[in-house]
């Protein structure tokens, strides 16, 4: 408990630390965390009324595979983006944020069910793109450009250089600015984007990998050559292309899925390659093997995660994680004011806006200090320092925070935090002529 007084013949002031330890609980946050993958074919109709069982209440992402294959020799008619805006409404409605990924295949064959000029997959990807504009704040991420086996640019008659970086062209000038793009390996950003695109500080071209922990090279993921002996668009070796993807996703979601692989990664490897990725979202039901041998695993991690399971590390850090720390009460002679750091020890950055708010709860009335975008881009283990003035009156003070495009809460991770408002401590008065003190009872 900290003191303040300005003369003798003022009121002390006292703020009472209550800020709760943080907690080891997977808080649900916006755009992060595991997700379930819910596979469409567009041409189907979409009953909602069955897709609520398929829901889980624990996930705030929903992973929309959307097979538009049966249109490959035309475009999209008006009951099949009518049938995208059902599907897009459905999750909006049920507050979960939506990856997107649109197909021509589910089967692994995907240079027979791609059309067969590229001018129908780019017509194909402005309608989805206009759809999206109908539907704001639905899709957080879209992943792939159409074409490839299951959609992950692979297997495909349009991987020349020329139609990559066409297809990559025809989404960055029609998809909504906040949608996130995503291609599936280092190789293909570097065909897409050039090397002056990485200090572009509004890009949004970010990365997933469907085939984590798989193999050495996370099954063609990663190449075997050095960066100096290759070309910009060829594969690098893991060591040189997990750096460059810590720095294209710095600032952006990346995630994917897990396969098991002949490779043993301990569990240092596992949260470092987590760390370096910067993972913000993972299948919740693939590779199940592989999420088997983490609940099996038991952390090593110093502090409150001692004992816990690797799979419970890994769920509580993807994406970002808010801690507040060293909170303080400043006294001065015309003012008082509460000191902190917020902390990130998620694995990734939060990429939208924010909004923060600091509230003083009195008798008579809730003050509120407005503290802006904070928590954005505020990368893993980075922190912010943040004072904030308080009115001379009784009450108790919280802090909030919000996504901007919604007021979705975002929960810090303390016990009790739950629904955003993180209680700190309390403001009160007492009469007393004593010295101004710390804590401690020291005299200051």
């Known amino acids: 408990m900290w003191h303040i007084r300005k003369n003798k013949k003022q009121i002390l002031w006292q703020f009472v630390k209550k800020i709760a330890e943080e907690e080891t609980k997977v808080f649900q946050n916006p755009g992060i965390g595991w997700y379930t993958m819910y596979s469409f074919a567009i041409e189907d109709e979409v009953i909602q009324k069955e897709l609520i069982w398929c829901l889980h209440a624990e996930e705030t992402i929903a992973f929309v595979l959307l097979d538009i294959g049966s249109y490959r020799d035309r475009m999209l008619d008006e009951t099949a983006l009518e049938h995208l805006e059902q599907i897009l409404g459905f999750f909006l409605e049920q507050q979960k944020d939506v990856i997107l990924r649109p197909v021509y295949d589910r089967e ?231 000191r902190f750091a917020v902390r990130n020890k998620g694995f990734g950055a939060c990429w939208f806006e924010t909004e923060v708010e600091l509230i003083q709860e009195t008798e008579a009335e809730w003050h509120r200090y407005p503290l802006g975008n904070l928590l954005q881009d505020l990368a893993c283990e980075d922190h912010r320092q943040i004072v904030v003035p308080l009115k001379p009156e009784e009450g108790k003070i919280f802090l909030c925070a919000y996504r901007k495009s919604d007021c979705r809460v975002i929960s810090f991770a303390h016990a009790a935090s739950d629904h955003g408002m993180l209680y700190l401590g309390c403001l009160r008065r007492a009469a007393c002529d004593s010295e101004l003190t710390d804590q401690t009872g020291n005299s200051v």
């Open 108 to 338: 692994g064959k995907g240079k027979e069910r791609e059309p067969e000029n590229l001018s129908l997959v780019t017509g194909h990807l402005k309608q989805i793109a206009e759809a999206l504009k109908r539907m704001p704040n639905s899709v957080f991420a879209v992943q792939g450009t159409l074409i490839g086996n299951w959609g992950e640019m692979h297997g495909s008659r349009y991987l020349s250089a020329e139609d990559l970086r066409q297809l990559y062209r025809c989404m960055e000038e029609n998809f909504p600015p906040q949608v996130v793009l995503a291609v599936r390996t280092p190789a293909l950003w570097r065909t897409c984007c050039t090397e002056a695109d990485l200090e572009r500080h509004n890009r949004r071209l970010s990365l997933f990998d469907d085939a984590l922990f798989g193999s050495e090279t996370d099954l063609g993921t990663f190449g075997f050559c050095t960066r100096e002996a290759s070309e910009w668009t060829e594969c690098w070796n893991r060591m040189e292309e997990l750096r460059f993807w810590k720095q294209v996703c710095r600032y952006l979601p990346s995630g994917g899925e897990t396969v098991l692989g002949e490779v043993e990664y301990s569990e240092h490897a596992v949260i470092h390659q987590m760390k370096e990725m910067h993972i913000s979202y993972l299948n919740h039901r693939y590779d199940l093997r592989v999420l088997e041998k983490w609940r099996q695993i038991s952390c090593q991690l110093p502090g409150i995660w001692q004992g816990h399971s690797l799979y419970e590390y890994i769920g509580a850090h993807l994406g970002y994680r808010f801690v507040v720390e060293n909170l303080e009460f400043i006294s001065g002679k015309k003012r008082i004011s509460l």
